[in-house]
């Protein structure tokens, strides 16, 4: 074994034999320190709490120092807690907020079929006509023509030529009968015309629709009295429609033009009732069409 070795062995040991030295007595120390301090704070208590306060004092600022990083990782600690809480806490309202929304529109549809069939409640038929509830399910309105398209045909009862109503009035009459569905051709249509009278002055004329929201009031008698809120009613001429169904109101009467302001929302029909009013004239009703051909067999 070479000198060198001898000396890194020998200093190796040096250290180990030393360590265990300082390891004993160190503990000595310490027991002798703390048995010392207990029979000073024993015998002397004003001297042990005096050597307290002084040792609390210059230890407090090293103890808040080590505080602070604790208090902060505490603090983010937290945060990042609050944050994955509310984070949860985001997404399950945002969940609930879905599903209100569902039911809101669920609700809303509702209401305004509640709000539709009440409307027709306000229509009241006589016993001996047949009449059929339908609910719209389009409206084919645009540049050209005005009309809805309902949920009720053939098969239910529904024919050419019935009157198409609402709880406020007369809205149009049924033009095409599918086996399951019909179309409404609107007062407001180019294609209208409807015999009508001004309930306050008597005079009769023709309401013609324009594809506008305020059909015109044709033919009135040069000498009419006829004057904005005046109530405009079927007149029976032509046999299509009864006398006296409310079909809306005169709005402006000035130079000649005469408008009127149907009785009706036209653009927020939900729901309508067909009357068959059972009459003899109109080039729709069936029962005309019955009574001609029975005629021609005679």
Do not use: C
């Not at 983010?76 to 509310?86: F, G, R, S, T």
């Not at 050419?160 to 095409?176: S, W």
């Not at 059909?215 to 009613?233: A, C, E, I, M, W």
């Amino acid at each position: 074994m070479s000198v060198r070795s001898r000396h890194h062995g020998w200093v190796s040991a040096t250290a180990v034999s030393w360590r265990l030295l300082i390891h004993r007595f160190s503990f000595v120390f310490f027991l002798s320190l703390s048995l010392g301090l207990l029979v000073v704070g024993h015998g002397q208590p004003k001297m042990a709490e005096g050597v307290r306060t002084h040792v609390m004092d210059s230890l407090a600022p090293i103890l808040d120092a080590l505080s602070r990083p604790m208090a902060v990782a505490t603090n983010v600690m937290q945060h990042v807690k609050d944050y994955v809480n509310l984070q949860r806490e985001n997404e399950r309202l945002r969940a609930e907020n879905a599903q209100l929304l569902q039911w809101q529109n669920v609700a809303v549809a509702l209401e305004n079929e509640n709000k539709g069939l009440r409307a027709l409640l306000n229509y009241k038929t006589e016993s001996n006509l047949a009449y059929i509830s339908a609910r719209v399910i389009a409206d084919t309105g645009g540049p050209f023509v005005r009309s809805l398209v309902v949920t009720a045909g053939k098969v239910d009862g529904v024919r050419e030529g019935m009157a198409a109503m609402t709880g406020e009035g007369l809205i149009g009459r049924v033009t095409e009968a599918g086996n399951w569905s019909s179309r409404i051709l609107l007062m407001t249509d180019m294609n209208s015309r409807i015999p009508v009278t001004v309930a306050e002055s008597g005079d009769h004329a023709i309401l013609a629709g324009d594809n506008e929201s305020t059909p015109k009031l044709l033919y009135l008698p040069q000498d009419t009295n006829v004057k904005s809120g005046d109530r405009v009613l079927t007149s029976g001429h032509g046999g299509i429609f009864p006398p006296n169904l409310p079909v809306g109101v005169v709005s402006r009467a000035s130079s000649g033009a005469y408008e009127m302001t149907p009785a009706a929302d036209l653009g927020r029909i939900n729901q309508v009732r067909l009357v068959d009013f059972n009459l003899v004239g109109g080039a729709f009703n069936p029962i005309a069409s019955k009574i001609e051909t029975d005629t021609k067999k005679n």
